[in-house]
């Protein structure tokens, strides 16, 4: 198993910026890629960034592309996602997820384990 603890999220004027962060424990060696998706209200639940732990391949939605930047720090188990430039409809329950195998970077269903989620709010 492998638990997984996001944290960072919080209100910010629209331009701004957040860093959320993703903290692995448990059997982390067995995970093969590390991902964020977010959910607004009424909305699906959709990709917004993965990296794969070895050699740091990244994917990135459209819409976030050129705005957020996804990082990882092996030594401490940890994914980030920088989001700069954030604009009201970056709004949204920002969750951490990982994939044990090579599947798809986009697909939740894809994802082995997830976090509780944090909770980004961009004002206009």
């Known amino acids: 198993q492998v638990q997984l603890v996001e944290s960072g999220g919080g209100l910010v004027q629209a331009g701004g910026s957040l860093r959320l962060s993703c903290a692995a424990s448990?059997?982390?060696?067995?995970?093969?890629?590390t991902g964020w998706f977010r959910q607004a209200p009424g909305k699906e639940r959709e990709f917004v960034a993965r990296i794969i732990w070895r050699g740091g391949t990244t994917n990135y939605a459209d819409s976030v592309n050129g705005r957020f930047t996804i990082s990882r720090d092996n030594a401490r188990d940890t994914v980030y996602l920088q989001m700069n430039s954030l604009k009201p409809e970056d709004t949204a329950v920002y969750y951490c997820?990982?994939?044990?195998?090579?599947?798809?970077?986009?697909?939740?269903?894809?994802?082995?384990?997830w976090g509780q989620g944090t909770q980004v709010t961009v004002s206009s």
């Open positions: 448990g059997r982390t060696f067995s995970v093969y890629a």
């Open positions: 997820a990982a994939q044990r195998l090579a599947y798809a970077a986009s697909r939740s269903r894809d994802y082995d384990y």
